[in-house]
């Protein structure tokens, strides 16, 4: 019989584990357009269970809430605060220019969507009501906010509102000649068939599609929106486009034109809503069809190869350099990646009124990822190709398409060491984005992360705009270094003299600076959210696998310990293994031991502070080199690594054999559970959000393209669940209620709990009510963690 828990009330973590999740963290910032303004946003980290509990409707893929007409769960800003960004030769004329102004607000406010206008002396955002979203607009030199519109948004489907100039918004609103919402008749009209006359539709495995005909009717009630230009300054509304499913309406740079996608039916039971039929069309800022760019079908017959894409234009945007001109992509291999062609994707582009020939600017032989745009004769498009991980980018020249393009990058995607950074971006003559030119136009910018065996040093470079190619005549101009961890936020000087950079180090959390003239000015002074883990103990460490591979983990010990004195601690794993298809660059470390590290949410690093030791995210690649599938040795592979990771720490005196638990969410869960059925290496375990039975996700998951009939054998053998009766360790189970992540459904936990049951393992599920993939709530979190810690306490 099995054990039934002493409690099923929400349980509160042990001290300091719920002073720290109760303590404010930092907020998220954002600088204006114009550079002038910085704004700090503050939310608590977790929300409530109440407001999880909110109105929720699941429905084509995605949720709302169907009484605020906007997607559900969101976690609202509540605080705002301003400041004027001062030079620091300035500074002394404004000795409170580090003191930011919080804005004036109704008391409990809740805030989303914030868009800055292309000038940036103002900032949109949607305030929530009782009764929907209001349109709100922060003036930031008057330091006022205040209201544009009544609770009239529709944000239940693709952004809520555009910015067309500072003195108008395009804004997509309700259906206001709707009844009241569509009721099922409880008695069935007839069945429900689906029906397939021959044709190949795989597909992943998704949550909270259609099912019947009121689901229909639910979807397009809450998505219908129209499309109205409101006017800052009266408050005017003019109408442009009556209510339809309106996917998005984006501006062309110069505010004539826009693009507008609409959804159409027929509608999907298989598949989320990104995959309806769609007509994606260009009308004049007043309402005016002038062109149709596409006609989408139901996209229902993707292989599950990772570069599919369907067939017909797709990528549809505007040049982000001229002032209206489309650009598209079109498959040349009709979308199949398992078709041989020497020419993949074409890139076009078509400037107003639209009536001329498409110019064909690009020809890819792989699969075409974006396009950067830089001036008139001057592009970077990227290509790349999963199964070899090839990546390369090429400089166009859009103006003389008949020009040779130059390739510039060439290299695979698991090569972090020889990556060379993104080119910078900056508002460009029409206020989007473009390539970011030194003052002379002799060059591009490059900001990279900066990997390397020696660390993780970001870095900005200059590269010579005539031989972007060629690595020795570019010129470093900055380089984080040691004992910190920085990254820059916004260039200020067309000669990248001045800019803002984020700052941490092991001891200091992440503030702003401005650099001038070799100096640094501190811009804020946010402090340690979690002093309880100042003297924790962190280091990057590196071994090697049996088979030659080096790995790397983040060895963390509790405050004050010392292993010649206090010998092995128990020790949790926390692991995620990656694909890789070259071994020599499966061992890289990505990641800054000089990073400022705090837990949030159902981090494994709170138990640091019941004193056990933690390796995080311990290096368990899955290789597959040549014509190999990783999949095809992935448990061999999980095993090996382990080893290595468990001989690290038992030499290093640290932990002992005995004493080892092993943990992960989502597919570290699923690591968990093998590595539990496949060795004797780990005394327990704790899995969250797990997928375990991979005959439930027969199209793919992970990095597996190949479906459960093209390789059955991996499908099965990687399938914990098929091994239950060999887990042996204590193993705790807890998956999120409402988990929508696909592949992951609750369902998956359940039988593996039934199966370990019958099977008379020692085993407990928690099931959390309304949580998701990731918990958000405090007391989703808070009880998640008390298991945690108590299944250790417990078992190791």
């Known amino acids: 019989m099995p054990h039934l828990p002493e409690s099923s009330a929400w349980q509160n973590p042990p001290s300091p584990i719920a002073e720290i999740l109760d303590h404010p963290n930092s907020p998220a910032v954002s600088i204006s357009p114009n550079d002038r303004w910085l704004v700090e946003f503050w939310r608590p980290e977790l929300t409530s269970i109440e407001a999880l509990a909110e109105p929720e409707l699941g429905i084509a893929g995605f949720r709302i809430n169907p009484q605020l007409r906007t997607s559900a769960r969101n976690n609202p800003y509540r605080k705002l605060a301003l400041r004027e960004l001062i030079s620091p030769n300035d500074r002394a004329n404004y000795p409170e220019a580090h003191i930011g102004k919080v804005i004036a607000l109704p008391e409990n406010a809740r805030m989303t969507n914030f868009k800055w206008c292309h000038s940036g002396n103002l900032l949109a955002f949607t305030m929530v009501k009782e ?10 030199e008057t330091q006022e906010a205040k209201p544009i519109t009544l609770a009239i948004l529709n944000a239940t489907y693709g952004s809520p509102y555009r910015w067309l100039d500072d003195d108008r918004i395009l804004c997509k609103v309700i259906d206001e000649s709707q009844g009241d919402a569509p009721i099922a008749n409880p008695v069935p009209a007839g069945p429900i068939v689906q029906e397939n006359l021959g044709t190949k539709t795989p597909s992943r495995t998704y949550t909270h599609l259609l099912k019947n005909t009121h689901d229909e009717a639910l979807f397009e009630y809450y998505t219908r929106s129209a499309l109205e230009i409101v006017d800052l300054k009266t408050g005017h509304r003019q109408r442009i486009w009556n209510p339809e499913i309106i996917d998005e309406a984006v501006p062309s740079p110069d505010k004539q034109y ?68 489309l650009y598209w992509v079109e498959a040349l291999d009709e979308g199949d990646p398992k078709k041989e062609a020497p020419l993949r994707d074409r890139l076009s582009c078509l400037a107003a009124p639209f009536t001329a020939e498409p110019t064909v600017l690009w020809e890819s032989e792989f699969r075409f990822r974006r396009v950067r745009w830089g001036t008139e004769t001057l592009a970077l498009v990227t290509e790349r190709w999963y199964d070899d991980r090839r990546k390369r980018t090429w400089q166009i020249n859009p103006q003389q398409p008949e020009t040779q393009p130059k390739l510039i990058i060439d290299r695979s995607l698991e090569d972090n060491y020889n990556n060379p950074g993104s080119p910078c971006m ?45 690595d020795a005549q570019t010129k470093r101009i900055w380089e984080c270094n040691d004992p910190y961890y920085e990254g820059i936020t916004r260039i200020l000087t067309p000669d990248a003299s001045e800019f803002i950079l984020s700052r941490q180090s092991k001891t200091e959390p992440a503030n702003y600076f ?29 071994y090697d696998r049996a088979d030659g591979v080096q790995l790397s983990a983040k060895l963390y ?44 949410f159902t981090s494994v690093l709170f138990l640091l502070t019941q004193g056990y030791a933690v390796l995080d995210n311990p290096s368990m690649p899955i290789v597959g080199e040549g014509d190999a599938e990783p999949n095809d040795s992935y448990v061999e592979q999980l095993i090996s690594s382990a080893n290595a990771a468990i001989d690290y720490v038992v030499n290093r005196g640290v932990a002992s054999r005995d004493r080892i638990a092993i943990g992960g969410h989502s597919y570290g869960a699923f690591t968990t559970a093998n590595l539990l059925a496949h060795t004797n290496l780990f005394k327990i375990g704790i899995a969250r959000s797990g997928a375990y039975n991979r005959t439930l996700t027969p199209f793919g998951f992970q990095g597996e393209q190949r479906d459960f009939w093209e390789a059955s054998d991996t499908y099965i053998h990687m ?16 998956h999120g209620g409402g988990d929508s992540n696909p592949g992951t459904y609750p369902v998956q936990t359940e039988r593996l709990f039934e199966a370990l049951k019958g099977l008379g393992a020692q085993v407990r599920y928690v099931s959390l009510p309304l949580e998701d993939h990731g918990y958000r709530s405090r007391e989703g979190v808070g009880h998640t963690l008390w298991e945690m810690v108590r299944w250790c306490n417990l078992h190791l």
Do not use: C, M
């Open 426 to 470: 900056t508002p460009g003559p029409y206020d989007w984005n473009v390539l970011q030119l030194t003052p002379d136009g002799t060059g591009i910018y490059y900001y990279g992360k900066g990997a390397s065996e020696a660390g993780v040093h970001p870095f900005l470079d200059v590269r010579n705009l005539e031989h972007l190619e060629d």
């Open 557 to 600: 010990l509790p405050d004050g310990y010392q292993a010649d004195r206090d010998g092995p601690l128990p020790i949790i794993f926390w692991v995620y293994p990656e694909e890789f298809k070259d071994a020599k660059l499966a061992g890289q470390i990505t990641s800054s031991h000089h990073s400022f590290s705090r837990p949030h």
């Open 719 to 734: 399938s914990p669940f098929t091994h239950a009766a060999k887990i042996k360790s204590p193993l705790l189970l807890i």
């Open 131 to 140: 009764n929907g979203l209001e349109l709100w607009i922060l003036n930031a």
């Open 258 to 325: 826009l693009i507008l996608t609409t959804v159409l039916r027929p509608y999907s039971y298989q598949l989320p809503s990104g995959y309806f039929p769609r007509l994606i069309q260009v009308i004049t800022i007043a309402g005016d069809p002038v062109y149709t760019v596409a006609e989408v079908p139901l996209i229902d017959r993707l292989s599950t190869k990772f570069d599919s894409v369907r067939t017909g234009r797709r990528s549809i945007s505007w040049r982000a350099d001229q002032a209206a001109t």
């Open 514 to 542: 401005w650099s001038h003239d070799g100096k640094l000015t501190q811009l804020t002074h946010y402090q340690d959210p979690a002093p309880q883990f100042a003297g924790i103990q962190k280091e990057l460490v590196t």
